[in-house]
């Protein structure tokens, strides 16, 4: 089992839709976790760290269950700049270090 | 506030050959990790330095090495490439343990002919 999973994607949506990206991960010693965005050729970007009572952000929201090791984000109101790559992203120690482990990410395409 | 900064951004290099990758940390930041992302992938960990010391190493043969300098720049050896190293290659900086997210810089686009 891969340690960070996502959807496959990709996802082609309609602008203002709202679109949900769900992403699960094997190791119970993670301890935070973030969505991150890249575009196209570019770094990644974080786009929002995940806490366990839910947070927001504008059109974005993320939540966590540790007991179900799930991760979620929603956009709301899809704009044609949202379109991306979406990498969910736990943080978790390794040997006396904190590691990223991303997932393989999910493509979002929001069409006019 | 300087961000991450990587050096070249684009190299192309022959099988066998040796490459030093370069990145200078965020302000503020003193640890130093570097990735592979393959095309089409999620980028994998390679290796942390920390203190001028590597503080973590991903599933990487020893032919990947790097250094940290006192001023919390970094460098990414690998040497005797081969064609599977074609990738980019990411430098991120963080406070140490990386509870408040990492900074990428925006990478070096290796390929390896």
């Known amino acids: 089992r891969k340690e960070v999973e996502q959807d496959p994607g990709p996802f082609n949506v309609p602008e203002g839709a709202t679109v949900a990206f769900n992403c699960t991960y094997s190791?119970?010693?993670?301890?935070?976790f973030f969505w991150y965005r890249q575009d196209c050729r570019k770094e990644p970007k974080l786009l929002m760290s995940?806490?366990?009572s839910g947070n927001e952000d504008g059109r974005f929201t993320a939540q966590l269950n540790r007991a179900s090791q799930y991760i979620s984000l929603l956009i709301r109101d899809s704009k044609l700049s949202d379109s991306a790559t979406y990498l969910c992203v736990v943080n978790k120690p390794g040997a006396g270090s904190y590691q990223l482990t991303f997932g393989k990410g999910t493509k979002l395409s929001v069409i006019p | 506030e300087t961000g991450v900064t990587q050096s070249p951004t684009h190299l192309i290099k022959t099988r066998g050959q040796q490459v030093t990758l370069r990145c200078s940390s965020q302000s503020g930041h003193n640890t130093v990790s570097w990735y592979q992302q393959a095309l089409g992938q999620g980028p994998q960990f390679i290796f942390q330095y920390y203190r001028e010391e590597e503080n973590g190493r991903g599933n990487f043969p020893p032919r990947f090495s790097g250094l940290q300098f006192p001023n919390y720049s970094s460098e990414l050896n690998v040497n005797a490439l081969e064609l599977d190293d074609s990738a980019l290659y990411l430098c991120?900086?963080?406070?140490?343990?990386?509870?408040?997210?990492?900074?990428f810089g925006s990478g070096t686009r290796l390929t390896v002919v």
């Open positions: 991120a900086s963080s406070v140490r343990g990386g509870s408040y997210g990492y900074t």
């Open positions: 995940v806490y366990s």
């Open positions: 190791n119970s010693a993670s301890q935070s």
